[in-house]
């Protein structure tokens, strides 16, 4: 086993944990598994999983102050809903991005599963936007892309990351069950 995966998995799944609780902890704990997974994913050739590493660094710095200081008058963020057109420029943006990636990954790489990795990787960075939000749609779509990532992530032979996204989708359903649960009452739950 490779002890990047290892530490990765870890720290990957206590700061999903903590994100379904709206703990402000997941995002420094997220930083781990980030750099973690960075080296993982190129030893592996998944190279959009390896850069949207990249992009989790960055949004998880971003997440962890707007949690604390973006909501109304500087306080704590509430979770809300998509509008009707966000969910649509958000399916657009993902397939568009999807392709494009895809595309440069296959004519210019040696990655593995171009298509797939791409499609799920620009999935995850709008997941992750909305994460960063706390809007709630951001658990749905981390449900749909857990389930072919774990397939992914299997066929790779990263049995340890298999597992790890199988326990994400979990997460996510809970996730999302609680954060429904913060909308309907006055405080967040903790």
């Given at each position: ?15 999903v944990w ?13 930083l781990?598994?980030v ?9 592996i ?15 998880n710095?971003?997440?962890?102050y707007e ?20 969910i ?6 993902g ?6 990636m ?5 004519s210019?790489t040696?990655a593995?599963?171009p ?5 799920l ?8 936007i909305?994460l960063?939000r706390?809007?709630?749609e ?8 857990d389930?072919?990532?774990v397939?992914l992530?299997?066929?790779?032979e990263?049995?340890l990351?298999?597992?790890l996204y199988?326990?994400f ?8 069950w ?12 903790v």
């Open positions: 086993m490779n002890t990047y995966e290892i530490v990765g998995a870890i720290t990957g799944l206590l700061c903590l994100a379904a609780r709206q703990n402000v902890w997941t995002w420094p704990i997220a781990i598994s750099a973690c997974y960075f080296i993982f994913f190129y030893e050739q998944l190279y959009a999983d390896m850069w949207l590493q990249v992009f989790f660094l960055g949004s710095l971003y997440g962890w949690w604390l200081y973006g909501g109304k008058n500087k306080l704590e963020l509430p979770v809300t809903r998509l509008q009707p057109k966000q649509g420029l958000v399916v657009v943006t397939i568009i991005t999807s392709v494009l895809a595309l440069y990954f296959q210019f040696d593995s599963y298509w797939l990795d791409s499609i990787a620009a999935f995850s960075v709008l997941a992750q909305l960063t706390k809007k709630i951001n658990w749905i779509i981390w449900l749909l892309v389930i072919f990532y397939g992530y299997w066929k790779k990263a049995h990351t298999a597992g199988f326990i989708l979990i997460i996510a359903a809970q996730g999302y609680e954060w429904r649960k913060s909308m309907r009452s006055p405080e967040p739950v």
